[in-house]
């Protein structure tokens, strides 16, 4: 059993539409990452999460995205108006510290019309 | 800033063969070095790291991986193939107080034949 749980396993959007993927640790973490892997290619970084604020993030993460751990389990990304671009699948993971193995979730496909 | 490479973007195997899937990496400091895997429709997981001391690592169902510093290399092997291990596998490097940000290799999908 993974221990970060992804929902949903799919979604369909068209085009400007908002998205919000959900990710749930079944422990208490205190790192949490977005990852992406747009089909074929390689899974890229888009954001750290630590103590309730953005660590680190990657030129991909742009003004469209936004995170947050609104009730302090969930940890959720947003997509605020998604583009064709953005059809990729999105990995939750977790982590306990500095350089501890990151743990992923089994991921969101997200498919953009 | 760190890089990796994953030479052989897929590698055909029999069952019972050695399995040998090659990572180079890149990086100004020392790394940190891991190996991923991904069954079909399933995230990623970790099969096994290397932080620091001994260079020879195992992992789970068999793998180990050597880090050579001399070759910056860090290839992953099994000396028999199962059909289980048919999956994709991802080579991944961080440095130190990066806080676990992962750079991926572009993987390798390997297959395993009767």
């Known amino acids: 059993e993974p221990e970060v749980t992804q929902t949903p396993s799919h979604q369909v959007t068209q085009m400007g539409q908002e998205v919000i993927l959900r990710c749930v640790p079944i422990s208490n973490h205190l790192y949490f990452y977005w990852y992406r892997q747009i089909l074929g290619q390689k899974v890229e970084f888009l954001v750290s999460?630590?103590?309730?604020?953005?660590?680190?993030k990657s030129e991909i993460f742009d003004d469209q995205f936004s995170v947050e751990r609104p009730d302090g389990s969930n940890f959720t990304l947003k997509i605020r108006s998604t583009k064709l671009e953005d059809s990729a699948m999105y990995f939750c993971?977790?982590?306990?510290?500095?350089?501890?193995?990151?743990?992923f979730g089994n991921g969101t496909r997200l498919t953009v019309t | 800033a760190q890089s990796v490479t994953q030479l052989g973007s897929h590698v055909s195997v029999s069952e019972g063969a050695l399995v040998l899937l090659r990572c180079n990496y890149s990086?100004?400091?020392?790394?940190?070095l891991f190996w991923y895997v991904q069954y079909p429709n399933q995230g990623l997981q970790l099969l096994l790291k290397y932080t620091t001391g001994a260079t020879l690592v195992k992992g789970i169902n068999g793998f180990e991986a050597e880090f050579k510093k001399s070759e910056t290399s860090f290839h992953l092997t099994k000396p028999s193939a199962h059909m289980s291990d048919a999956a994709e596998y991802f080579c991944a490097v961080t440095v130190t107080g990066t806080a676990s940000k992962l750079t991926f290799g572009t993987g390798t999908r390997l297959q395993v034949t009767l």
């Open positions: 993971a977790i982590g306990q510290g500095l350089n501890s193995p990151l743990h």
């Open positions: 999460f630590y103590n309730n604020e953005i660590s680190e």
């Open positions: 990086s100004s400091v020392p790394p940190y």
